[in-house]
T-cell receptor, first 115, second 115 residues
């Protein structure tokens, strides 16, 4: 079964450093997303991406964050100048094209620890 | 914006019993309601979803009901098995113009099935 793959599975970074989390969405999907889950809390929407641009973003997704689809397969989340409160599990997700909306599939997550 | 409340936060049942998890949502514009199962250290996995034009959907031991008037939806798992033990999240998605996959999650229910 096709799946969303994420790397790294776990990253520890110093506060103030930049982090790039990588994702390979399901190959025929057109919509890409990043979510995060702080330990013990609910999964929160960060951003959705379609047709090479951000289609929607939450209040969490401020100027510290950026997303990019550098080639035909990868989708990245960059966090500039990380803060302690950025420590969380970051999930990439993707969905295909369908009416009204097709199923959203999540990756296994990248656990980010900021120290 | 949308707000999703989920109850209970923990649920313990004997193997073979049924489990019911309930969610309410606030935005009447929401029209898509998926349920995700999250096992320890893994990403959310879709188990069933329902759209607002349907009141009930069933897939083997799992069923979901939706009451649009009351703005609540429920997950029913029958004949529970130890492998059903996990955290279950409900989510709602509004159908605003341009919105694609902005899932608003509940806080999750930790289900424990005792053999």
């Amino acid at each position: 079964e096709p799946e969303v793959t994420q790397t790294p599975s776990h990253q520890v970074t110093q506060m103030g450093q930049e982090v790039i989390l990588r994702c390979v969405p399901i190959s025929n999907h057109l919509y890409f997303y990043w979510y995060r889950q702080i330990l013990g809390q609910k999964v929160e929407f960060l951003v959705s991406f379609y047709n090479n641009e951000i289609s929607e973003k939450s209040e969490i997704f401020d100027d510290q964050f950026s997303v990019e689809r550098p080639d035909g397969s990868n989708f990245t989340l960059k966090i500039r100048s990380t803060k302690l409160e950025d420590s969380a599990m970051y999930f990439c997700a993707s969905s295909g094209e369908g009416a009204p909306r097709s199923t959203i599939y999540f990756g296994e997550g990248s656990w980010l620890t900021v120290v | 914006g949308e707000n999703v409340e989920q109850h209970p936060s923990t649920l313990s049942v004997q193997e073979g019993d049924s489990a019911v998890i309930k969610c309410t949502y606030s935005d009447s514009a929401s029209n898509y309601f998926p349920w995700y199962k999250q096992e320890l250290g893994k990403g959310p996995q879709l188990i069933i979803d329902i759209r607002s034009n349907v009141g009930e959907k069933k897939d083997q031991r799992i069923a979901v009901t939706l009451n649009k008037t009351a703005k609540h939806f429920s997950l029913h798992i029958t004949e529970t098995q130890p492998e059903d033990s996990a955290v279950y999240f409900c989510a709602a998605s509004p159908n605003y113009g341009g919105s694609q996959g902005n899932l608003i999650f509940g806080k999750g229910t930790k289900l424990s099935v005792k053999p």
